[in-house]
């Protein structure tokens, strides 16, 4: 029978999955929008002037930037967790915190809302934070 402890760390792992997943096809709108301005030969070439892409596709550009640079953070600190066997409440929250915190700021950013842009990667940092203080009072 799976304990609540057991399940725990299956949830951390669950979110950096997802949250991998979800980093991993931010691209696809943005490099569409490519599609939709340049054409094919325009996106897969290297054209001398080539056409500015939409505003919200750079921005999208930039929010996929960010989550992959906090990706990398995230990733390590659950697969840390993960090889100490550190599960409980705390880190299956912040697993969860981070990745709707990188969903939400992935279209906060997308759509310019500024405030909620900043609060979103602000939940993406304190989920990481509470992975390091579960770490510290182990």
Request: aromatic share 14%; net charge neutral; proline share 4%.
């Amino acid at each position: 029978m799976t304990t609540v402890e057991d399940m725990s760390m299956q949830i951390e792992l669950y979110y950096l999955v997802l949250s991998t997943a979800f980093t991993a096809v931010l691209w696809v709108p943005y490099v569409l929008d490519r599609f939709m301005i340049r054409g094919i030969a325009g996106t897969v070439g290297y054209p001398e002037s080539p056409k500015p892409a939409s505003p919200w596709a750079e921005r999208l550009k930039a929010a996929h930037g960010n989550a992959v640079e906090n990706l990398v953070v995230f990733a390590a600190l659950v697969l840390v967790a993960n090889a100490m066997d550190l599960a409980n409440a705390a880190t299956a929250f912040a697993a969860m915190l981070y990745f709707w915190s990188r969903v939400v700021h992935a279209l906060a950013y997308t759509f310019k809302v500024p405030w909620v842009r900043t609060l979103a990667f602000l939940g993406g940092f304190a989920a990481q934070m509470i992975f390091v203080v579960q770490f510290l009072a182990k």
